[in-house]
């Protein structure tokens, strides 16, 4: 089963709102890292936070983790056309994982300008 | 943050035949893995390229239709072998470096089998 499940699948918004995307998984983790990801190319990696951490800020982005519910959210504040891509949390297993990472399903966020 | 290349950025092939996918680094890195990304999907894990011995593959995948090579800290190649058209996807390389969990994609490469 998917480690990690995105929530929702796919966020269309206007040009300025505020993006919020979830995300859940099942095991113990060192730690959960984000990604964007526009038409198909490489991923972008956005944020990481550590299993220690409850909060994380880049620019506009916000990441929050709660190790009891097993999730994490992504809020993206005053959203641009640009930010338009899909969106995957990513998760390295505790245990001796050697940094193999797990992916959501992705969330595909629309920015309407 | 490293620097990663892929060659080629895109292909299309016959069935039948192999691809060989190249990922550069530009600085020598602890961790190299190659991950599939099949259409409309997330990525899945391949392996992990480890440095001068046998990859290390994840359930489902096997080293005579996903042979991988690392000669080095900072070069790593997948072959697809034998495609077809189930193959069709993007093919991402990643690392990780020395001290950080961190880990950075190179830019992909499409794949299209006929």
């Known amino acids: 089963s998917q480690q990690g499940e995105e929530d929702p699948q796919a966020l269309s918004i206007q040009e300025g709102e505020n993006a919020t995307m979830n995300c859940s998984y099942k095991?113990?983790?060192?730690?959960l890292q984000w990604y964007r990801q526009n038409s198909g190319r490489g991923l972008v990696h956005l944020i990481l936070?550590?299993?220690?951490?409850r909060e994380k800020h880049s620019g506009r982005l916000r990441v929050t983790l709660d190790t009891s519910k097993k999730s994490s959210s992504l809020l993206i504040t005053a959203s641009r056309a640009a930010d338009t891509a899909s969106y995957f949390c990513?998760?390295?297993?505790?245990?001796?994982?050697?940094?193999?990472?797990?992916f959501g399903k992705g969330t595909l966020l629309t920015v309407n300008p | 943050s490293a620097v990663i290349s892929q060659k080629p950025s895109r292909d299309i092939c016959q069935r039948g035949t192999s691809l060989t996918i190249q990922c550069q680094v530009d600085?020598?890195?602890?961790?190299m893995f190659w991950y599939r990304q099949q259409p409309g999907q997330s990525l899945t894990l391949i392996a992990t390229?480890?440095?001068?011995?046998?990859?290390?593959?994840e359930s489902g995948f096997v080293i005579d239709k996903f042979p991988i090579s690392r000669p080095n800290l900072t070069f790593s190649t997948l072959t697809v072998s034998n495609m077809s058209p189930e193959d069709s996807s993007i093919y991402l390389c990643?690392?990780?470096?020395?001290?950080?969990?961190?880990?950075?994609f190179g830019p992909g490469t499409r794949l299209t089998v006929l």
């Open positions: 990643s690392v990780t470096g020395s001290g950080t969990d961190t880990q950075y």
């Open positions: 095991t113990s983790i060192n730690n």
């Open positions: 936070i550590r299993s220690n951490e």
């Open positions: 990513a998760t390295d297993a505790r245990g001796g994982s050697n940094y193999k990472l797990t």
């Open positions: 600085s020598q890195v602890t961790m």
């Open positions: 390229a480890n440095q001068g011995s046998e990859a290390t593959y």
